[in-house]
Nanobody, 122 residues
Framework: QVQLAESGGGLVQAGGSLRLSCAAS???????MGWFRQAPGQEREFVATISWSGGDIDYADSVKGRFTISRDNAKSMLYLQMDRLRPEDTAVYYCAASAKLAPIQRDSYRYWGQGTQVTVSS
């Protein structure tokens, strides 16, 4: 079992930055981690993923060059640095854990956090 808890969401103006954190507990070792987001009325979509070692990273095209995923396994923490935020980035952001390498498919993730709201005003 892996328990995940996101933090760091909030309200920010377009062009600003936020850093999301995800604290993991339980049997965290060996899991790839991902960030997903869900806007009102839309499906939950992939944002970024990172393998256990950090050697495999992938991003959705919509965030590439603006968001950076990282992890600190010693602290059981996952991060998402979000820069140059846009109103269309507004969503609830979720962290998730997967036993696969660094998947982008939502169904590959077994454990999910409760989410943190990010709102970007124009």
């Amino acid at each position: 079992q892996v328990q995940l808890a996101e933090s760091g969401g909030g309200l920010v103006q377009a062009g600003g930055s936020l850093r999301l954190s995800c604290a993991a507990s339980g049997a965290f070792s060996g899991y790839a981690m991902g960030w997903f987001r869900q806007a009102p009325g839309q499906e939950r979509e992939f944002v970024a993923t990172i393998s256990w070692s950090g050697g495999d990273i992938d991003y959705a095209d919509s965030v590439k060059g603006r968001f950076t995923i990282s992890r600190d396994n010693a602290k059981s923490m996952l991060y998402l640095q979000m820069d140059r935020l846009r109103p269309e980035d507004t969503a609830v952001y979720y962290c998730a854990a997967s036993a696969k390498l660094a998947p982008i498919q939502r169904d590959s993730y077994r454990y999910w956090g409760q989410g943190t709201q990010v709102t970007v005003s124009s």
